[in-house]
Every structure is written in C-alpha cells, then in structure tokens.
C-alpha cells in the first residue's frame, strides 16, 4: 500500500482530487461572500438597460404600439420586472402587471415623501432614481427604479429580490452533493486514465531495473504516446549499445587476463628454463673447466692419462654442443621459424630407418625390438620431423628400458588417421609426472638422466614436433612397462587447413 501511495498513478489521482475538491470549496466561498452582490448588480443592470430601452422608445414616439409592447414585455417576463408609465395625471399609458393601481400610488408616495432616506439609493441621475425598498407588510425587498421620460411621462420599474441567502445555501448544497458525484467519477476516470498512461513507463522502470543487473533481453514493446515510444526505443538502444559494450569489455579483459598469464607463464618458464640451463651447463662446464687446468698444470705426466682427460673435455662439450642444438631446434619449433612441409611417404620405411640407426646401441644394450609391420603405410606429413620424434621416442624407450629389455613398435590403422605407438619395458612413470614429462628439463629420475647424459629436453621436442603438425602425442602406462603413441594422417591436408586448424 505504501508503495502505491508512491506511484505516479496515486499522485496524480490525488492531485485531480485535491484540484476537484478546492475547485468545490471556492465555488462555495464565492457563492456565500459575492453571490448576493453580483445578484443585485445584475438586477440593477437589467432595470438600467430596461428604463433605456423605454425611453429610446418615447423618443420614437413608439410607444403603445404592437411591437413595442411585445417587446417589453418579453424583457420585463425574463428579467421579472414590473413596468407602469401614466401620465401627470395619472392616467395608465402602459403597464405589465395588473396591479398598477398599486404601483402607480408607490411611485406617488415614492415622490412625495422619499421613503427611506438617501442611505436607500443606489443610483440618481437626471431622469430616473434606482433604490432599494422594503414591503414592511410583506417584509419583501424590491428594486425601484422612478423617474421621467423623453415625452414627460412618468415610468416606474419595480423586481423583487428573492432571499439570496436561501438561494446561495441551496446552490451550495446542490453544489457539494454534485461535486462529490463528480469527484468519485473524475477521480475513477482519472485512475483509469492515469494507470494507461503509466504503464509503460512501469514497463520501462522495469527494464531500467533488468538493465541494472546487466540484463538486456527485456525490450520496450509497447505503443502508447510519441514521448514513451521514443523514450522506449531509446532505452532498447541504450541496452543494446551497454550489451554490446560490456561484451566487448569482457572480451578486453579476457584477453587482457590471458595476456597476463601468458606473460606470468612465459617469465616463469623463462626464469625455470634460465635456471636450467644454467644448471645443466653447469656440470659440463665445471668438468670441463678442471681437466683443462689439470692438463695445463701438468697433473698427469703419462700420455694415457693426458688421452683420458682429453677425452672428458671433448665428451662433455660434445653433451653441451647437443643440447644448445637440441635448445635451438626447440626455439625454433615453438616460435614457427620451423617451416612444415606435408608430403606422403611410408612411415614403415621411416621406422625401420631410425632401428638401423640405433641398432648397435640396441645390440650393445641388449634390447630386442619387436616391430612385425611388412606392408607400406602411407601417412602424410613432415618426413624430417617425424624421423625426430621416432628418434626421441626410441632413444627414450633405450634408455630406460628394464627387466625383460624389450621394445614393442605397432601401428594402428584408424579412419582417416594412423596411431604410432613405442612401448619399452620398465618402471611406470608415476601419475603426477604424466603430463609433466613434456616440460623442458623435467626429469622423472634425475640420477638415471645424468647417467645417460639426458638433458630433459627431448620430449618437449616432440610436443613442439606434434603442436606444430596440429597432431597429438601422448604417453601412458602399460603392464610392465610405458607406451608412448603419436597420430598422424592418412589423407592429404593443405598447409592453409593446418594453420585454420
């Protein structure tokens, strides 16, 4: 109720109300202070205008004629006037009223003894006197207007005041009743009115209300007057101009977030990868550094020592000289200065290629390699780097190859796809190290790594290799040893549909 109260509709209701009900209470103040006044004036115009309309006529000579008594007395029945001229002798030239005798001697006795006083008289002139009189019999009031004629003739004009005090309460009663009829109507019609003319601007406060909480599927649909419809039509612009914005906003700062984790990403890996590198050179470098003085001292004076040192030296830098490679090979695959070029060839061929190459560390550690594949398997991509991810995955597969020492290459035939998968007996790699074994310089056992010369970085290759080919590439464990797999297609697919994918 009380926000009702505060709607637009109960205000402007109230205020037709208030508009009716002063509108009443004036009419009734003007009733009771200046009706009797004006009601009096109007009589004492109408026995001016009345005694002018004779005495024009008694100029004319008209007077007595036809027309000028239907004319007067259609004047004297509207405006309730007693009219009687005679002559200085009395006798009637013209009366209205039957009783002229009685007028005829009021208007004597008016001449003759000037009842009243002047306090009586409203107007004099020259020709006429118009003044108040009372019927003491009667207790009656009238107005009187006496005097004479162009011709000389006498005239008398005579109109009763009716109570005006009674006439002034009654219309004021009648007034009151009708006001409040016309009240209780008007202020119907005008809540009628008022709640049509409001209700899209309630349409519109609620959509005001929806946009506020950054809804803008609520829309004005209403059509109702010029005004609202605009102000309709430029709310939904309004909305649809703050949805468009904020969306816009929230791509900005979506992308400004990304932007920021990658940048937070890149100096941690660019701080880890420094660190790395530092460490990884650090050994070589150390290694190096000691046999060289030691050489340069003379530590050792027996040529065989002097070969063993030397063989450290250029073992170590030949570690280093691989890994700044293998650091290159990396940059230039994540930054795309590695071009890819797509071509068909037989992937078989390409495995049986990078078995020969390491055969003799797969004889020398003793590694039986299990890879039945005899017919050609046509795939379609980088022939160079996916000799690379081939060699990584089976230098890998030796390195950590245990127990039973043995090395399982399949292939799988898919759709449209053929799935590579290099499998080595060993230790499980544990389940947090899964998805990390792909990170630069991660190494699940550290110790076994520095044993092989491994520097970490190898598997982050492959996945540059595989990102690079839009393929993917993946690593789980199996019973009794681990699975390493990558995909590659069986159809043609253009470089543009790479760089699209």
Known sequence: MKQFFRSITARIVLAMACLLAGTILLTVLMNTFFLADYYEQSKCTALQETYQIIDLASRRSTIGTEGFSVQLETVADRENIDVIIFTSDGSVVFATANNYDELRD???????????????????????????????????????????????????????????????????????????????????????ITRRMTKPIVQLTE????????????????????????????????????????????????????????????????????SNVSHELKTPLALIRGYAEGLSEGVTGDPESQAFYCEVIADEAEKMSRMVGKLLTLSQLESGGEKVSMERFDVVSLIRGVLSSNSLRLKQEGIQVDFSETESVMVWADEFLTEEVLTNYVSNAIHHCKNEKQIRIRIEKRERAVRIY????????????????????????????????????GLSIVKAIMDRMNQSCGVQNRPGGVEFYLDLDAEPRSIARLEQE
Do not use: C
């Not at 209403?222 to 609202?228: D, T």
């Not at 544990?430 to 190494?443: A, G, H, M, Q």
């Open 422 to 457: 290099v499998y080595n007996t060993g230790d499980p790699i544990p389940e947090e190290s899964l998805d990390r074994i792909w990170d630069k310089f991660y190494k699940v056992d550290k110790a076994r790594t520095r044993e092989y010369g491994g520097s970490g970085i």
């Open 106 to 192: 009021q208007f004597m006795t008016l001449i003759l003894f000037q009842e009243g006083g002047q306090d009586e008289t409203i107007t004099r002139t020259e020709n006429y006197v118009l003044r108040h009189q009372t019927d003491t019999r009667l207790q009656s009031e009238y107005l009187v207007l006496w005097g004479t004629l162009y011709d000389g003739n006498f005239i008398m004009l005579r109109s009763a005041l009716s109570s005006i005090s009674d006439t002034a309460d009654l219309s004021n009663r009648f007034l009151f009743m009708t006001g409040i009829v016309a009240a209780i109507f008007g202020i119907v019609i005008m809540y009628l």
């Open 207 to 274: 959509i005001s209300d929806r946009m506020a909480e950054l809804d803008f599927d609520a829309k004005y649909t209403g059509s109702s007057y010029q005004e609202v419809d605009e102000l309709g039509e430029n709310m939904n612009r309004l909305s649809e101009n703050l949805e468009q914005t904020i969306s816009e906003l929230k791509s900005a700062n979506n992308e400004l977030r990304l932007d920021n984790e990658r940048k937070t990403k890149i100096d941690l890996e660019r701080k880890e990868f420094l």
